[in-house]
């Protein structure tokens, strides 16, 4: 049974901290994601990884780092966590190098910046 | 970027009844991938079903089947004989063909089926 995990469903920081979101699949994909979920605005990626150590930007990256050391993990840093940044946040992950696959999600993170 | 557009923000359908929700998209593209993702209440988001654009056949899973109309750019989900676990948020996706790691997401309809 394909598997993506989150380090955690509920998480509440304050304005300014440095927050850390953990995503782990045991897939061995090569492609993993961060996305956000917001309402009517469906889900907006922030960053995708197609190696370690190798990333590109999404749509909206602006406040977000990433980092990918081992194939199986990707993190997404917010450096200085600000309240817009509240949000829902789903990493996925898929194979291969060419279209069609599909993305397994992971159960979401619930972020709260206060 | 492709603009994937989802005009329906919620439906209730009764149980064991058939229906359809729409989405249209928007690409300069000839082939690319479509696609239904199902975001049950505070679940997993799983894939529902896909489509490949250069296929002319409308893909079928199960009770869910979809209207491809390619000239039209538009891609709806039928469900039929609607049940209770269908209750859930559905997303319209896109994907390019060559820039396979691009997923472009609709806003999502809320589908509540009703017992």
Same mark, same amino acid.
């Given at each position: 049974?394909?598997?993506?995990?989150?380090?955690s469903?509920?998480?509440?920081?304050?304005? /300014?901290?440095?927050?850390?979101?953990?995503?782990?699949?045991?897939?061995?994909?090569?492609?993993?994601?961060?996305?956000?979920?917001?309402?009517g605005? /469906?889900?907006?990626?922030?960053?995708f990884?197609?190696?370690?150590?190798?990333?590109?930007? /999404?749509?909206?990256?602006?406040?977000?780092?990433?980092?990918?050391?081992?194939?199986?993990?990707?993190?997404?840093?917010?450096?200085?966590?600000?309240?817009?940044?509240?949000?829902?946040?789903?990493?996925?992950?898929?194979?291969?190098t060419?279209?069609?696959?599909?993305?397994?999600? /992971?159960?979401?993170?619930?972020?709260?910046?206060? | 970027?492709?603009?994937?557009?989802?005009?329906?923000?919620?439906?209730?359908?009764?149980?064991?009844?058939?229906?359809?929700?729409?989405?249209?998209?928007?690409?300069?593209?000839?082939?690319?991938?479509?696609?239904?993702?199902?975001?049950?209440?505070?679940?997993?988001?799983?894939?529902?079903?896909?489509?490949?654009?250069?296929?002319?056949?409308?893909?079928?899973?199960?009770?869910?089947?979809?209207?491809f109309?390619?000239?039209?750019?538009?891609?709806?989900?039928?469900?039929?004989?609607?049940?209770?676990?269908?209750?859930?948020?559905?997303?319209?996706?896109?994907?390019?063909?060559?820039?396979?790691?691009?997923?472009?997401?609709?806003?999502?309809?809320?589908?509540?089926?009703?017992?």
């Amino acid at each position: 049974d394909v598997k993506v995990t989150q380090s955690s469903r509920y998480l509440v920081k304050r304005t /300014g901290e440095k927050v850390f979101l953990e995503c782990v699949q045991d897939m061995d994909h090569e492609n993993m994601f961060w996305y956000r979920q917001d309402p009517g605005l /469906g889900l907006r990626l922030i960053y995708f990884s197609y190696d370690v150590k190798m990333k590109e930007k /999404g749509d909206i990256p602006e406040g977000y780092s990433v980092s990918r050391e081992k194939k199986e993990r990707f993190s997404l840093i917010l450096e200085s966590a600000s309240t817009n940044q509240t949000s829902m946040y789903l990493c996925a992950s898929r194979s291969g190098t060419s279209g069609g696959n599909e993305q397994f999600f /992971g159960p979401g993170t619930r972020l709260t910046v206060l | 970027a492709q603009t994937v557009t989802q005009s329906q923000p919620e439906m209730s359908v009764q149980e064991a009844e058939t229906v359809t929700l729409s989405c249209t998209y928007d690409t300069s593209e000839n082939n690319y991938y479509l696609f239904w993702y199902k975001q049950p209440p505070s679940r997993q988001m799983i894939l529902v079903i896909r489509q490949e654009a250069y296929k002319q056949q409308n893909a079928t899973e199960n009770r869910f089947s979809v209207n491809f109309q390619k000239a039209a750019k538009s891609f709806s989900l039928k469900i039929s004989d609607s049940q209770l676990g269908d209750t859930a948020m559905y997303f319209c996706a896109s994907q390019k063909l060559y820039n396979f790691n691009k997923f472009y997401f609709g806003s999502g309809t809320k589908l509540n089926v009703k017992p």
